[in-house]
């Protein structure tokens, strides 16, 4: 695959996509039992976790625009823009995973009213989507930031600066120019 600006914003919006999905799936099934007390269940999202994810998945689908609505040092700092916040996924996801029976333990905390330990957790694989798409996301960022692309518009958008007389009627509309009235000028 060729290394354009299209195809990286591409694979930028997937990935952030595919961060924004993988968030809001179930990643803890957790079970509490206590004699004399019934048994809580929760299924947790990392988004119910940890929101710093989901922000960062939305500036990452949001600075596709960016990059698209500028040119130059400004692109190129959009791109660095975006290579932070593919490491910021990528950091937060694993401090997500190292720290998640905190998080876990937190939640239970707000569901029962009291810290509780001996709970037992089952744990998905969507993190191990969301680190390689956060990977992706600060690679594109690294791509925009360090490579030149010359983007400009096609020709036939174009204005020939043609003296009025040379100008069909349609050209002249475009211009601003009344084809109507005889030598008008704006």
Do not use: H
């Amino acid at each position: 695959m060729k290394l354009t600006l299209r195809n990286l914003i591409s694979i930028e919006l997937l990935s952030a996509v595919i961060v924004l999905v993988a968030l809001s799936r179930p990643w803890v099934v957790a079970t509490y039992e206590e004699t004399g007390f019934p048994t809580v269940n929760l299924s947790l999202s990392a988004n119910q976790l940890n929101s710093t994810l989901n922000g960062l998945a939305i500036a990452a689908a949001a600075s596709a625009l960016g990059v698209v609505a500028t040119r130059g040092i400004f692109r190129r700092l959009v791109g660095a823009v975006i290579l932070a916040i593919g490491v910021g996924i990528v950091f937060a996801t694993a401090n997500l995973i190292n720290n998640l029976d905190v998080f876990v333990g937190s939640q239970f905390e707000q569901a029962i009213g009291r810290e509780v330990t001996g709970w037992v957790a089952d744990t998905s694989s969507y993190a191990w989507l969301v680190i390689p798409a956060g990977i992706s996301i600060a690679l594109c960022g690294l791509a925009i930031a360090l490579k030149s692309f010359e983007t400009g518009m096609s020709k036939r958008y174009e204005r020939n600066p043609a003296s009025e007389s040379q100008l069909t009627p349609w050209q002249a509309l475009d211009q601003g120019i009344d084809p109507t009235i005889e030598n008008s000028s704006r």
